[in-house]
């Protein structure tokens, strides 16, 4: 994972000022200790009213702070060895807790453990336990103000988090919120899009999967959009989308190719070759068309060599050269693959694909020729 290193920056905040409480705020302070203190307000805290829940924050956070300061002076020379960042979160957390309860103290202690907020950032970038990564990064955003310029990393590293972990509901909700920070975009958007598919049950979840993709990046995820349509019987969708793709630019050669895929599909071969066709001409070392165009064309070959081969399994002269033409034609096509692919390494099936059309057509030292180069003879 890409890491990233934040600056500390300065963040003030306003409220208003109430009076300390003295019971639940002199109980915490009792306890001399963070956790202990924490405890104590956890188990009250539905029944304390705002102003209580204030006092008991001013409290907690000097024990936070307290425990803290050790990792706050490393941070503050400039070094990260040694720093407990879960201390320093627990001072944040519980200084932004109490200005939402407009504590007496609030004002001041936001102001004092603000600047180390963009540790967190560090923190989450740093760890590889998940569930240390989540709690980093959302304490960073729970805290954000408007237009945090580092908000973006946090939400990426929060939705990262939720993805190893398999929540990915929140994984997809945390990286919408991290697509605007150019840093992260990229690998944001790909954790956007796999935990949206990978929520996807039902035919409205596809749908509204295919609505996501388009608001994301239709161009970039046209083929992708096109093929769900398919599975879920929207043609009318796929050509509508092949229409407008074409009406805005009539060299796309991935529109062309997905309507002669869903042509070629249906049988209508002469259709689906002509726009592989385009395709090509388009883009002449477009591999997959070419390889379609093989398709296509041998399919339509064995095809009318199943129509006109009758019961006693003759067929006729003339019948029997229109299948060859057919099947010789695809070996061109396959050949231009091969070219292109000599490797094999783009489209592994093409030299059995080839092999078989050679032996169709009666041409063995050719099959054999690729036979040899597959080390089966």
């Not at 200790?33 to 307000?41: E, P, Q, R, S, T």
């Not at 209580?52 to 050790?70: F, N, R, V």
């Not at 690998?187 to 899009?193: G, I, L, P, S």
């Not at 995820?221 to 796929?238: H, K, P």
Request: proline share 2%; with cysteine.
């Amino acid at each position: 994972m890409k890491k990233f290193f934040i600056t500390m920056l300065a963040v003030a905040a306003t409220t208003a000022s109430f009076a300390q409480n003295p019971k639940i705020g002199k109980e915490i302070s009792a306890t001399k200790d963070y956790d202990a203190g924490k405890a104590i307000l956890d188990a009250q805290f539905a029944t304390l009213t705002d102003e209580d829940k204030g006092k008991a924050y001013d409290a907690l956070y000097k024990l936070a702070k307290a425990k803290a300061d050790p990792s706050l002076a490393i941070l503050g020379a400039g070094k990260s060895e040694g720093v407990d960042y879960k201390t320093i979160m627990n001072a944040i957390e519980t200084a932004y807790n109490g200005q939402k309860y407009a504590s007496k103290d609030s004002k001041k202690n936001v102001e004092e453990i603000g600047p180390f907020r963009p540790a967190l950032i560090n923190a989450a970038n740093s760890t590889n336990d998940d569930k240390e990564k989540l709690a980093y990064s959302l304490c960073y955003t729970s805290t954000a103000g408007d237009n945090d310029a580092n908000a973006g990393l946090a939400y990426y590293f929060a939705s990262y988090a939720s993805y190893q972990t398999k929540d990915f509901a929140n994984a997809a909700k945390y990286a919408k919120n991290a697509l605007s920070d150019e840093r992260v975009k990229e690998q944001a958007e790909q954790v956007y899009r796999v935990s949206l598919e990978q929520n996807v049950k039902t035919r409205e979840d596809s749908i509204n999967y295919v609505n996501e993709l388009k608001a994301l990046n239709l161009e970039k995820y046209f083929n992708q959009i096109c093929t769900i349509y398919q599975e879920l019987g929207e043609e009318g969708q796929v050509l509508k989308l092949v229409e407008e793709a074409l009406a805005k630019d009539p060299n796309n050669k991935i529109a062309y190719f997905t309507r002669g895929s869903m042509n070629n599909s249906k049988k209508q071969y002469d259709a689906a070759k002509a726009d592989f066709k385009k395709a090509v001409e388009i883009d002449p070392e477009f591999i997959q068309a070419w390889f379609n165009l093989g398709v296509c064309s041998s399919q339509k070959g064995f095809d009318l060599n199943e129509k006109y081969t009758d019961k006693t399994g003759k067929i006729a002269v003339d019948k029997a050269a229109e299948v060859t033409e057919c099947l010789k034609e695809a070996i061109g096509y396959y050949e231009k693959v091969r070219e292109l692919d000599p490797n094999h390494e783009k489209i592994s099936n093409w030299p059995m694909q080839l092999r078989m059309l050679y032996n169709a057509v009666g041409d063995k030292a050719k099959a054999d020729e690729i036979s040899k180069m597959l080390g089966d003879i």
